[in-house]
């Protein structure tokens, strides 16, 4: 049986000129057997809410040459309204790209990919953890799979009512918790290789993980999951093994162009939803995460960390997973994300992902093996 590799990638934003912001990735992608990533966003045409955020279905055409399979569900699922949504859907369907996690109801987005490859059954689901409840599917409504996630927030022995808290409790709610277990516990009986894919994390901040996320990520390895990948967050975050399996909590952003976040932009056309303010969030990001974005990205306005990304790379022989790694990657200027080298940039990556692990008290460790990282347990 031949030796195959599965190559993951985090939170995909095409726009203008989609095609040349896979140039740095391109080589990386063709070699790998699986391409597994995560639409961030939906696509469509005449969409009144996208206005000029260049999100016309014609952007997506690079993603038929890269890609194997996609995740779709996220916080901003529901930002184009059902249409949107429609559009895209279709678009995949037209153009033969497989994807889990949206759909026009809740059985469709619930609906695993599985696929055959050399032979070997691999099985893909994609669960929400963000919300917000608009981009949520239901039985007669659009929108994506999900698990919801109950916030407390703890005053500790701070006699401060309606004050800051001193801890922020986080859990997945029990209904939805369930289901996602017994899709998994469905889908192992019809698989080889099973990947869950979580839209998930703390948003802008580094390093850190709220609690519910290894609660979701353990139980999907309890339930069946040979590897667990997550994006959302727009900074990496660090790798563990549970079990001996792999868990990538935040693939950060894979493709991203996406000037509507930068604080002097414009919209020119397009109308807002109570919803969706592009404008409006550009401001009210850097006031709710406390950062600027770099006026020298003009493309990439996210956290300056932004800039350190991978791409997971597994090894697959004899229908397992044997071994987990990683391709480190830059973004640069331009808004284009490379693959780099160990010494072009790669032991840049290395020692942030080595750092955030540390900080996030994971239990992954990394080594070089030619151009690619190697994960190890610690």
Known sequence: MKPLTMLAGGDIIL?????????????ALKNADIRLGQLEV??????????????????????KDFFDVLTL??????????????????????????????GMNQEEAERPVIMVKEGIRFGFLNFNCTGPKAAWAGPDKAGGAYVEILTQYDLGDVANPGGPPTSIKTSP????????????????LRCDILTVYFHKGLVHKPAKLA???????????????????????????????????????????FIAWVPSLRPDFKAQKGSKTA??????????????????????????????????TIAALCHIEEG????????????????????????????????????????????????????????GEG
């Open 73 to 102: 569900s996220g916080n901003h699922m529901f930002d184009g309204g059902t249409e949107s949504i429609a559009q895209t859907l279709g678009w995949l369907d037209q153009n033969q790209i497989p994807h889990t996690g949206g």
């Open 42 to 63: 939906m696509y469509g045409n005449d969409i009144a809410a996208y206005g000029d955020l260049h999100r016309e279905l014609t952007n997506l055409e690079p993603l």
């Open 275 to 308: 919803d969706f303010d592009p404008e409006g969030w550009a401001h009210k990001r850097m006031e709710m995460f406390g950062f600027v974005p770099d006026g020298n990205y003009p493309t990439y306005p996210f956290h300056p960390q932004a800039v350190y």
């Open 211 to 253: 609690e519910y996320e290894k609660l979701v990520s353990y139980a999907a390895i309890d339930a069946g999951a040979d590897v667990v990948f997550a994006s959302h967050a727009h900074l990496l975050r660090g790798v563990e093994l549970y079990k001996g399996k792999a868990i990538y909590h935040g693939l950060n952003n």
């Open 320 to 375: 397992k997973i044997v071994r987990n790694g990683f391709l480190p990657a830059i973004v640069g200027k331009d808004g284009i994300t490379r693959i780099v080298s160990r010494k072009e940039g790669g032991q840049e990556v290395l020692a942030y992902m080595e750092t955030i692990t540390r900080q996030a008290g994971l239990n992954g460790v990394y080594q070089w093996a030619g151009d690619e990282i190697i994960v």
């Open 15 to 27: 726009g203008e000129d989609s095609a040349a912001y896979f140039s740095g990735v391109a080589e």
């Open 173 to 188: 709610e029990v209904t939805s918790f369930c289901s996602m277990i017994r899709q998994i516990e469905a889908l192992r």
